[in-house]
């Protein structure tokens, strides 16, 4: 029933009335429209009616007053009430809001902390692999140095070897 955030709609307020007040009687919304008519008042038929009950259609302060004496409406009509009930309504809304966007911040900070706690724990894995690639990298430094030196043993043994079977051939062909 409102209008508007926070403006409660006086329209579709006495419209609600007039719809309880017509039911409560028994009347149909074509016997109220024609009840009006016969006093000079046109409010369109069953349709405007409608629209009156639902708060679509501008209500004029005489239809007004004759819709109230019809069905027996009390129009004593407090329109500071209108206005409180309109803070009252606004003010509660923007509570709602507030709740509502509270909330929101609350599981942004939650989801927002999350996500650091998992880019700090990705940061310590990559430290931690960098750490160990450049283990790696002195490792495989060594190990080249290793294979570099045991690669020219071997050529000296194989050289030696070599040296050594030919002076066994001259040894044993002299």
């Given at each position: 029933?409102?209008?508007?955030?926070?403006?409660?709609?006086?329209?579709?307020?006495?419209?609600?009335?007039?719809?309880?007040?017509?039911?409560?009687?028994?009347?149909?919304?074509?016997?109220?429209?024609?009840?009006?008519?016969?006093?000079?008042?046109?409010?369109?038929?069953?349709?405007?009616?409608?629209?009156?009950?639902?708060?679509?259609?501008?209500?004029?302060?005489?239809?007004?007053?004759?819709?109230?004496?019809?069905?027996?409406?009390?129009?004593?009509?407090?329109?500071?009430?209108?206005?409180?009930?309109?803070?009252?309504?606004?003010?509660?809304?923007?509570?709602?809001?507030?709740?509502?966007?509270?909330?929101?911040?609350?599981?942004?900070?939650?989801?927002l902390d999350l996500r650091r706690a998992h880019v700090q724990a990705a940061k310590a894995t990559l430290d931690e692999a960098e750490r160990e690639m450049t283990e790696l990298a002195l490792r495989r430094r060594e190990l080249q140095r290793a294979h570099a030196h045991l690669s020219a043993s071997l050529?000296?043994?194989?050289?030696?070897?070599?040296?050594?079977?030919?002076?066994?051939?001259?040894?044993?062909?002299?």
């Open positions: 029933m409102t209008g508007s955030v926070g403006h409660v709609d006086p329209e579709q307020l006495f419209g609600v009335g007039v719809r309880n007040a017509r039911q409560s009687r028994g009347w149909s919304q074509e016997a109220l429209a024609a009840e009006l008519a016969k006093v000079g008042i046109n409010v369109g038929g069953q349709s405007g009616v409608a629209r009156i009950e639902r708060g679509e259609r501008p209500t004029r302060l005489n239809e007004v007053v004759a819709i109230a004496d019809f069905l027996d409406i009390d129009l004593n009509l407090d329109l500071g009430a209108y206005g409180q009930a309109a803070r009252r309504s606004e003010g509660e809304e923007l509570q709602a809001a507030l709740r509502d966007v509270t909330e929101q911040l609350t599981r942004v900070e939650k989801e050529a000296a043994a194989a050289d030696a070897r070599m040296r050594a079977e030919m002076l066994l051939k001259e040894i044993d062909g002299e």
